[in-house]
Structure formats: C-alpha cells, structure tokens
Nanobody, 126 residues
C-alpha cells in the first residue's frame, strides 16, 4: 500500500493550495480517508476526513469554511483544497486511510487509520 501526497509548497497568507493524495495497492473505495497535519514542535492533529463514497465530510474547527476535502474513487485520489491560508496552517500534511470506518462515516482519531503517506510540507509565509 502506498499513499503519496503532493501539492505542498510555499504560499503567502490568504493564498490557496490543493493537496492530492494518490493511493495504490488497496481498494480505494473501501477506505475512508483523512488528512492530518503536524506543525514544528506540536503533535499531529486532525484536519479533515471523508467517507468511502464522499458523501460525508468532517473538518477541524480551525479549518472549517476554509478547507474542502473531496475524493475521486475512479482516480484513487483524495484532495484537500485549502483557501485563505494562515501562517498557523504551516505544517507537514499527511493523508491516511481507514478501512474500518462505518459506511458513510469517517473518523477523526489518528490511531484508527491503517495506512499513512510520507507527508507534504505546507508553509504559509510572506
């Protein structure tokens, strides 16, 4: 199983980025997917998650209204569209796959996720 994130980079405050996570080696549509992030000196935290079909989405309060998660099961890819970025969004962003989430749900606790990507750096700075 491989999860490969891409799309990170340096962006000015107020800017936008779209992260992608391409999955291989698994039946993508059978997994709920999540995005987490880890800032320097801080613990990894939940950002967003999406159910297997994409019908249910979840967001941390800190990103609600600014970030949008989506998935394309035909392309085995999950996305995180990030807008109105703030310096406090600076972190390494990880995608993760959860096989045991109930249909039409996704979970926010990192311990339940089965597979993880290597992460992509997002830096928000002027």
């Amino acid at each position: 199983v491989q999860l490969v994130e891409s799309g990170g980079g340096l962006v000015q405050p107020g800017g936008s980025l779209r992260l992608s996570c391409a999955a291989s080696g698994l039946t993508f549509g059978s997994y709920a997917m999540g995005w987490f992030r880890q800032a320097p000196g801080k613990e990894r935290e939940f950002v967003s998650a999406i159910s297997r079909s994409g019908g249910s989405t979840y967001y941390a309060d800190s990103v609600k209204g600014r970030f949008t998660i989506s998935r394309d099961n035909a392309k085995n890819t999950v996305y995180l569209q990030m807008s109105s970025l703030k310096p406090e969004d600076t972190a390494v962003y990880y995608c993760a796959a959860d096989f045991r989430a109930l249909p039409n749900t996704a979970r926010v606790y990192e311990s339940v996720y089965d597979y993880w990507g290597q992460g992509t750096q997002v830096t928000v700075s002027s």
